[in-house]
């Protein structure tokens, strides 16, 4: 297969760690006969230095152009408020420009990492679970005013939007173990009304064969951390989301294990790790690579239909973490993140031996 990849490293350790997501997919190409040409592109502080927008114009058309988006991470203490100009606004465009509603957050626990998470491995027994969380409205996009004494964002939903990502939540429960859980807080946010509303009309008349759940945001909280293994898929609105699956990541022992895809209509995605830009360990190489790579096996399953190589990248994962190749988020005896790159990119090419 031929691909074109729009590669974004962006600032702090996206550099780093999508150093060794490429080499990776350059591994996975020269096991299995593919041709992926790579595309490096500027977002987030680092294009605000260079071009003075956080989603130069070229970097827009790439990634149009692609077949898909692998990014590192964006932000820094130089481009916080009160800087009018951030690297996230890059971020949230790109999303948007692409068409890119939902995003699919898998939480799923590595054996080998079991006691790397602060919870009881009892707790942590049959965690699987997948998020996928509202990409393009909400508060996050809302209209925004600042006054003297004041603030406000709003919080807008349609029923258009809420339906589209309630229906790919609903086809990807159906794949998996037919268990929908959706979180809002219709106890007091009329957004949340229309969302619960909405979320049980598809439901009920497009997906009978999935069995749907109500949960306010707040018990889920609670859950997640109480008895994780009861959720299956979990769909909820775009602040509740970015939240909920930040608090998931201690159940796969860090937030440098877990990936993301931002998905559409179509079979172009955005991919990267959940973890932010992390300046103050940039440069020290000991960066956690692991989210990194995952995003491209989620890269691989969804946009270029690729699931054995897919699998082929998560198996080596494994082997790597089964090889003691753990960063210092991980274990106090921690390998670089070049290391877990070298044993991730070995254990894929000797399985072709």
Known sequence: MKASIAVLAGDGIGPEVLAQATRVLAAVAARFGHDFAL??????????????????????????????????????????????????????????????????????????????????????????????????????????????????????????????????????????RGRLTSVDKANV??????????????????????????????????????????????????????????????LGGTLGMLPSASLGEGPRGLYEPIHGSAPDIAGRGVANPYGAILSVAMLLRHSLSLETEAAAVESAVGSALDHGALTEDLAKRAVSTREVGDAVVRALLEERQ
């Open 189 to 250: 946010l009329e957004t949340s009304r229309l969302w619960r509303e909405v979320a049980t009309r598809v439901v009920n008349e497009e997906f009978p064969q999935v069995r749907l759940d109500h949960q306010l945001v707040d018990s889920c909280a609670m859950q997640l951390v109480r008895k994780p293994s009861r959720f299956d898929v979990i769909v909820t609105e775009n602040m509740f989301g970015d939240i909920l699956t930040d608090e998931a990541s201690v």
């Open 39 to 176: 595309h490096d592109a500027l977002i987030g502080g680092i294009a605000i230095g260079k071009t003075g927008a956080p989603l130069p114009d070229e970097t827009q058309a790439l990634c149009r152009e692609a077949d898909a988006v692998l990014l590192g991470a964006v932000g820094g203490p130089k481009w916080e408020p009160p800087a009018k100009v951030r690297p996230e606004q890059g971020l949230l465009a790109l999303r948007k420009g692409l068409g890119l509603y939902a995003n699919l957050r898998p939480v799923r626990l590595f054996p080998q990492l079991v006691a790397a998470s602060p919870l009881k491995p009892e707790v942590l027994d049959g965690v699987d679970l997948l998020v996928v969380r509202e990409l393009t409205g909400g508060i996050y996009f809302g209209a925004k005013r600042r006054e003297a004494d004041r603030a406000v964002d709003e919080c807008v939903y349609t029923t258009a939007e809420v339906e589209r990502v309630v229906r790919m939540a609903a086809r990807l429960a159906g794949e998996r």
